[in-house]
């Protein structure tokens, strides 16, 4: 699942990227955070 959501950031086209990537990658990685401090 990480390996996906990293991919559907990566994915977007190089257009599109600049105002939505920084955004999205910030939120998916806080996600991941909290996601492995709920686990650990």
Avoid: K, N, Q, Y
Wanted: no cysteine; aromatic share 4%; hydrophobic share 45%.
């Amino acid at each position: 699942a990480r390996g996906d959501d990293w991919a559907t950031v990566d994915d977007l086209p190089a257009d599109a990227t600049p105002p939505i990537r920084l955004p999205g990658r910030m939120s998916i990685a806080r996600a991941m955070i909290e996601s492995w401090s709920a686990a650990g």
